[in-house]
């Protein structure tokens, strides 16, 4: 099976990507691409490289099962016959407000991105990301996540 990792990276029009993947699911599908959407992938895969993120709580034994959940989601798609799978998730990096923090953009990356690598070796990858200048990029994260935190 080949993997085509779509990182995302939020505010870079990752939603409307996933919008036409999911919109065209059954013509990929006739292609032999599988596209799950966000609902699926965030539990099976985003929301596992969180133990990448906090090496102090979860290491060891903790990290180890997260890639190896991971692994074995992926491993069930090819079984079920997929040959062609799209994972695409903004936060595959971390949280966008981490980004707004003292640490930089994206600190857990390195951390994160190490996991998903060790869980997806074997299978031929791909990866893909959505990029903006700094310049644009940044103010639109701060204004998005001002836009979210409650008044008051």
């Known amino acids: 099976m080949k ?5 995302g990276l939020h505010r870079t029009g ?3 990507l996933q919008g036409a993947l999911a ?16 609902p699926v992938v965030r539990p099976a895969v985003t929301s ?5 993120a906090f090496p102090r709580l979860l290491r060891g034994a903790a990290r180890r099962r997260a890639g190896r959940e991971i692994r074995d989601w992926v491993r069930a798609r090819e079984d079920e016959g997929v040959r ?4 695409s998730d903004e936060a595959t990096l971390g949280l966008m407000d981490r980004s707004l923090g003292r ?25 893909y990301a959505g990029l903006r200048a ?4 940044y103010p639109s994260v701060y204004a ?8 008051g």
């Open 103 to 127: 640490d930089g953009i994206y600190p857990d990356a390195p951390a994160r991105l190490e996991l998903l690598a060790e869980a997806l070796r074997g299978w031929p990858v791909r990866a």
């Open 134 to 137: 700094p310049a644009s990029w």
């Open 14 to 16: 990752t939603t409307a």
């Open 48 to 52: 596992r490289l969180d133990a990448a």
């Open 23 to 38: 919109t065209g699911r059954g013509r990929l599908r006739a292609k032999g691409v599988w596209f799950e959407p966000l």
């Open 3 to 7: 993997l085509a990792l779509h990182i």
């Open 144 to 151: 998005f996540a001002l836009s979210r935190r409650p008044q």
């Open 84 to 87: 062609r799978l799209v994972i």
